[in-house]
């Protein structure tokens, strides 16, 4: 038997940009900054807004003149439009490290460990940064999100299976209705907790009100996600689950919903990620105590957003770090969540 | 010797008959306690909306009746109180039309920088970045969408604000002949432009999501066929995919633009909040309803509780017409929707 020597042939990538291309590229980067510096010096133009714009387009001239003499007029045009389409993301994708940034730079300041040991029973809001914390606000905010959860997930979950399983009459117009209960103003479910409850039965806040609000907001998000995530599950499953003599009850429980799992469990943590922020309603509605209060049924309850609403309003310097650091927190407990929910999706869509 | 047919009955056999089963497509008893829990759990959302429409239509229905159409049409604001105390309904009056102006214009606003933007971002993550970077923008614009708008506000208030103060000033220099941009005090600080910038940054990964699904619903053989007949990348989006995704586009502006009228602290925190009709948006004064019932509901009274419920149900009427036709609209395009 004879060995057949392969010659070693490295893939060629022909998509690629050469060498000489990305030097011609970074050629064109340098001279517009250059062009927009001199610009800005020589004319009565001023600012970090003249140095972009005039960058900006000194990188389009140079482009456009480029692909006009190497391919015509066809692709200087393309030229422009990729220039736009990248600025496009670039002005979109500005504000969000600017933002992560502020809040790391800010937040630092007001991070201590004591943030999470103490509550703001005995402090006001200007005494120094080292004093009282927020754990009363972290506490809040589990039992009104908790409560939340508790609420949204059973409704959320049937409504999807309703969609998606049992696709009755009213399928159409509850699509419809959950979709615009989506769109519903969060300031909006708290008035209607005010408006149903506060006002007629209870007649003071409490947590378990900033739940029932939370979970106005929460539904339609578990709702929409799960049918997605139910809609996902091959018909094949169903069909066989039915062919062994399972009736639909058991069918659905004991193959769709167990296949649809971590989806749904991704669900439920956009769910808590989309209203463990949410202001208007629980200021409206929960009170925002001072003091750690585990009891959702009596008196008023601090949550996160709450305590940085009011270290923003007070408005001196100490407060608004306080703010700052509740902020951090608060993005953090999202963020965790955000990854938790694309790690668990994704480790779904391999299998 | 007889052979019977496997199955068939002998004489003798001691077998009784199968009794014939019925078959039927009627659901047991357990189906039917299932399928009316779901469908019970489905019709929450009915009877949810149904629940706030009521509640805020009772509550508010004191001051609508007695202010009648001119709740939506007056611009004043204004609580009266009677000899003994008590707010007076008849002296008093209740009119929204000037923070209903406010809401309009600080959305519009928004929706008009956002969908630009939002537009070429989609069409650059969808047609021109390469696989990595495509991946991670997608995240990141997602991460960005779950910001609470407690965030946006401080953001805007503390780092932005500067900036577009100073954009302001260029446009009040250079375009002050559009009357929008007219202004006679020279007070750019918290003006409804600062609030439409911040609600564009709000919205923009929402219509950015949108319109990056649409864009990437476009039929494949379409683009391929008008990349077959020569076409560059940009004259294939222009021949292919924005006469297809143009309405879904719409759609998504209009999600846009609900999400920006329900908007309250974000725009409670940036904007200077001053009950007035106020067209000149550079200029620091204005409102929206969300923002003035926070505002209003600390100190107010029984009465003028009532007139914020009031207040709450137009919003809330406003944002479901607006929110139902942008979701018509893109479901109607993009086959599934979003």
Known sequence: MSTVTVPKVKPTRPWKRTPKQQALMAANLLISAVVSYFVVLATPMKGKLAYLAIFFIAVIAINFAESYFKSGLAAAKDSIATSFAAAGLIIAVVPIFSILFTIFDRGRAGLNFNLFLHDMKSNGPNDPLGQGGLLHALVGSGIMVGIALLISLPIGILTAIYLTEIKGIYSRPIKFLVQAMSGVPSIVAGLFILSAIVFPITKSSSGLMGGLALSILMIPTIARTSEEVLLLIPNDLREAGVALGGTQWRTISLIVVPAAKSGLITATILGLARVAGETAPLVLVSGGGDAVNPNPFHAPMGSLPFYIWKGFTYGTPESIARSWAGIFVLLSLIFLLFIAARTLSGSGAKK | ?338
Not at chain 2, 162 to 175: A, M, T
């Open chain 2, 1 to 338: 010797m007889t052979t019977t047919a496997p199955g068939a009955r002998s004489a003798n056999s001691p077998i009784s008959t199968p009794v014939k089963r019925e078959i039927t497509t009627k659901p047991r008893f357990s189906d039917k306690v299932f399928r009316g829990v779901a469908t019970a759990g489905g019709l929450s959302s009915l009877v949810i909306l149904g629940l706030i429409l009521i509640f805020l239509g009772y509550q508010g229905f004191q001051v609508l009746r007695s202010e009648g159409f001119g709740f939506i049409t007056g611009s004043n604001w204004q609580v009266m109180q009677d000899n003994a105390g008590n707010t007076d309904l008849a002296a008093s009056t209740f009119g929204i039309a000037a923070m209903l102006i406010g809401t309009l214009l600080c959305a519009a606003m928004a929706v008009v920088i956002a969908v630009p933007i939002s537009v070429l971002c989609a069409l650059y993550l969808t047609f021109y970045a390469p696989q990595l970077l495509k991946k991670i923008m997608v995240a990141v614009i997602d991460l960005m969408a779950a910001f609470p708008s407690i965030l946006f506000g401080m953001w805007g208030f503390f780092i932005l604000m500067p900036h577009v103060e100073y954009w302001g000033r260029l446009i009040h220099k250079y375009f002050s002949w559009i009357p929008l941009f007219k202004m006679e005090i020279p007070v750019f600080t918290r003006s409804p432009f600062v609030a439409g910038v911040v609600l564009a940054i709000m919205i923009i990964p929402i219509i950015t999501s949108v319109s990056r699904e649409i864009f990437s619903q476009t039929p494949l053989d379409r683009v391929q066929a008008a990349y077959a007949l020569g076409a560059t990348r940009w004259s294939m989006i222009r021949a292919v995919v924005i006469p297809y995704g143009r309405s879904g586009v719409v759609g998504g502006a209009m999600l846009g633009l609900g999400r920006a009228m329900g908007e309250t602290v974000a725009v409670y925190t940036v904007l200077n909040l001053v009950y007035q009709i106020n067209w000149h948006v550079l200029i620091g004064a204005g409102g929206n309803v969300a923002s003035m019932i926070l505002l209003k509901f600390g100190e107010a009274g029984p009465t003028e509780t009532r007139a914020l419920m009031a207040a709450g149900l137009v919003l809330f009427l406003l944002t479901l017409l607006v929110n139902s036709i942008a979701n018509t609209i893109v479901s109607r395009t993009g086959g599934k929707g979003r």
